[in-house]
T-cell receptor, first 111, second 115 residues
Framework: EDQVTQSPEALRLQEGESSSLNCSYT??????LFWYRQDPGKGPEFLFT???AGEEKEKERLKATLTKKESFLHITAPKPEDSATYLC????????????FGTGTRLLVSP | SAVISQKPSRDICQRGTSLTIQCQVD?????MFWYRQQPGQSLTLIAT?????????ESGFVIDKFPISRPNLTFSTLTVSNMSPEDSSIYLC????????????FGPGTRLTVT
């Protein structure tokens, strides 16, 4: 069964305290891996798509990396406005290339 | 990128009734997706809607319960039929865009509460 697991479930950081979120997956066919940010009461906001092991993408304080079995979202010197739930999703390489989501990591950054 | 709007943003409905959710995109897209996000959980794909063809439903979701229309390349509707409290969720419309469809965007969601 295709499975996407995110850890930790929740993470509390002090402002400026860097850390990483993990997304591991076991799927039958991977086309790409997506990262999203979701604020309470809103739809997910697209952050990155990664397609190849070794690929990295950056946006402000966020950097996403991909290996053959997992992806990391590194948050450097976070600010309180980075507080949100971060979702990863695996894009399947069959059919309509649907996204299979993990359960997310709730990040809280305290000032 | 794509800008997606949904109507209504929220609704409270009685058991046994139906609600139709509208999704409007600011550009033409081939595929539109409908997701459900139950309280405290992640997103689950309900169906994929291609313009001009029948929607394709995921396991556990059926057309009689979640009929979908896709009349053109910028619009789709999802109906939640014969609702029960278990249908209380956020329903999200999504489209694929960008170079080679490498980006997938979501609407703001419709928060449905069934009493």
């Amino acid at each position: 069964e295709d499975q996407v697991t995110q850890s930790p479930e929740a993470l509390r950081l002090q402002e400026g305290e860097s850390s990483s979120l993990n997304c591991s997956y076991t799927v039958s066919g991977l086309r790409g891996l997506f990262w999203y940010r979701q604020d309470p009461g809103k739809g997910p906001e697209f952050l990155f798509t990664l397609y190849s092991a070794g690929e990295e993408k950056e946006k402000e304080r966020l950097k996403a990396t991909l290996t053959k079995k997992e992806s990391f979202l590194h948050i450097t010197a976070p600010k309180p406005e980075d507080s949100a739930t971060y979702l990863c999703a695996v894009q399947m390489n069959t059919g309509f290339q649907k996204l299979v989501f993990g359960t997310g990591t709730r990040l809280l950054v305290s000032p | 990128s794509a800008v997606i709007s949904q109507k209504p943003s929220r609704d409270i409905c009685q058991r046994g009734t139906s609600l139709t959710i509208q999704c409007q995109v600011d550009s033409q897209v081939t595929m539109m997706f409908w997701y459900r996000q139950q309280p405290g959980q992640s997103l689950t794909l309900i169906a994929t809607a291609n313009q001009g063809s029948e929607a394709t439903y995921e396991s556990g979701f059926v057309i009689d319960k979640f009929p979908i229309s896709r009349p053109n390349l910028t619009f789709s509707t999802l109906t939640v039929s014969n609702m029960s409290p278990e249908d209380s969720s956020i329903y999200l419309c999504s489209v694929r865009s960008g170079t080679s469809g490498a980006e997938q965007y979501f609407g703001p969601g419709t928060r449905l509460t069934v009493t």
